[in-house]
């Protein structure tokens, strides 16, 4: 920095200082785009939330022999596919400033899809909920083989609705897997129902909650897949609204383009990079030291952070006892240290 007696004579830097001072200096600093993180995932996922989460899983993975057995390792996460189109480069009179194009939907409306995939690559079929008070039969033809499609008045997943996917899609397309099976998702309150923990127990699943605020580096279905989907989505969507010239996406063409977004998007190989990016399979602890934004931080992340969620398996056995969480129990989780156990 220059320092100069009179501080009303300093300027800015120009354009000219910049890029000289960034050229002297090429070997030290970069350029980088921003990512626009919110202020709880910036604060919270610091690097004593990112060791604690690799501690854990590290054991969970000892314990369990899943170090070798990528089929028993699997991700959930519900996300909203909206009708926003994709932006495309377009060729306009050199005298055009900007190039409009009408959008087809208001890029608010949204369909939630429970997705689930596995370390090796394994795909469940998605789990649809429309915003309605029941489903219509028209608004399920056409999709990819094993869709199932609910409802809701809400639009959202809801507890009895996830505990139906955790039972009807989960456990029955899982069923033929060895045990245990490790199911990693976030700490959404729909996820944590005291009939969701007694049929982990009863069929061996190990139920991990992430970290809060991680999600972004920590769960493989957002750092990798859905990142990518989403922008398979966009282009979907985009030649959907030329071709049928409408403002919206029916209920009864979702389907057949929620098929054509499984194809392109979920496909072996981008399920498989979403758990190594993550570290999660192969387990790698070191990774995702980029994105701790922190590192002063105090911890909120504890040996009794998730649902330590029956992670202590033994014999293929889920103790009851260790189920713990450290965020607000739902209606009737306070009921488990009470009601009988569970053979």
């Not at 969970?60 to 959930?76: E, G, K, S, T, Y």
């Not at 897997?177 to 007694?198: F, G, K, S, Y």
């Not at 701790?292 to 105090?298: G, L």
Request: net charge positive; with cysteine.
């Amino acid at each position: 920095a220059v320092n100069k007696q009179n501080s009303d004579n300093i300027s800015d830097p120009s354009r000219h200082w910049f890029f000289n001072f960034f050229k002297r200096n090429a070997d030290k600093i970069k350029m980088k785009k921003e990512i626009k993180l919110e202020k709880v995932r910036l604060n919270g996922f610091t690097e004593e939330v990112r060791v604690g989460w690799f501690n854990k899983l590290k054991n969970i993975f000892d314990i369990n022999n899943l170090h070798v057995r990528p089929a028993q390792i699997w991700n959930c996460d519900e996300s909203g596919f909206s009708d926003e189109t994709q932006c495309e480069y377009v060729c306009v009179p050199a005298e055009t400033k900007f190039a409009f194009e009408q959008s087809g939907g208001s890029g608010k409306a949204f369909t939630p899809i429970l997705l689930c995939t596995s370390a090796s690559g394994d795909v469940i079929p998605p789990f649809v909920i429309y915003a309605a008070k029941a489903v219509n039969s028209l608004w399920c033809s056409g999709g990819a083989p094993g869709t199932t499609y609910k409802c809701s008045e809400s639009g959202w997943i809801s507890e009895g609705l996830f505990t139906e996917w955790f039972k009807s899609c989960f456990l029955e397309r899982t069923k033929h897997i060895d045990r245990p099976l490790l199911l990693v998702m976030d700490r959404h309150p729909t996820h944590i129902n005291i009939d969701v923990i007694e049929l982990a127990i009863k069929n061996k699943v190990i139920l991990l909650c992430l970290p809060p605020h991680s999600t972004h580096a920590l769960q493989p279905l957002d750092v990798v897949t859905l990142s990518s989907a989403k922008k398979f989505w966009k282009k979907i969507v985009s030649k959907y609204f030329f071709r049928s010239n409408r403002k919206t996406i029916r209920k009864i063409d979702f389907p057949s383009l929620l098929k054509n977004l499984m194809e392109e998007a979920f496909t072996k190989r981008q399920c498989i990079s979403g758990f190594a990016r993550c570290g999660l399979w192969p387990f790698d602890g070191d990774v995702m030291k980029e994105k701790v934004a922190k590192k002063d931080h105090p911890s909120k992340f504890s040996s009794s952070t998730s649902i330590n969620a029956l992670e202590n398996v033994s014999n293929n056995v889920v103790s009851e006892t260790s189920v713990q969480t450290s965020i607000d129990p739902p209606r009737n989780i306070n009921a488990l240290q009470t009601s009988k156990s569970i053979e």
